[in-house]
């Protein structure tokens, strides 16, 4: 099971750090990623975060947004500075990735609910 949160309105230049809080998953020793999804739009990969702190960013979120993990709490983070109205969506973590282009939605079988973020 995977619980986001963390999300909420800021105002552009602002900053969150949204949460996913997993159980039945090691975050530590597994692949995970950060997805969103505005109205009309498509899912697409934000961040990408692979086993013993590798990190993949999308062109649009690399250099403002940070994914980290704390195993001891078994949480994934997305920190997300510098924020614009064009980052506001609805922020999904995914876990069991079956390999292929990791930011395509449809090569994840299990999601967490999602957290909302509306930047103004």
């Known amino acids: 099971q995977l619980v986001e949160s963390g999300g909420g309105s800021v105002q552009a230049g602002g900053s969150l750090r949204l949460s996913c809080a997993a159980s039945g998953y090691d975050v530590s020793r597994g692949y995970m990623a950060w997805f969103r999804q505005a109205p009309g739009k498509e899912r697409e990969g934000v961040a990408f975060?692979?086993?013993?702190?590798?990190?993949l960013y999308t062109d649009f979120v690399k250099g403002r947004f940070i994914g980290s993990v704390d195993s001891a709490k078994n949480t994934a983070y997305l920190q997300m500075n510098n924020l614009t109205r064009d980052d506001s969506a609805m922020y999904y973590c995914?876990?069991?990735?079956?390999?292929?282009?990791?930011?395509?939605?449809?090569?994840?079988?299990?999601w967490g609910q999602g957290t909302q973020v509306t930047v103004s």
């Open positions: 975060l692979l086993p013993y702190g590798n990190r």
């Open positions: 995914a876990v069991g990735w079956r390999g292929g282009l990791w930011s395509e939605s449809f090569r994840w079988n299990h």
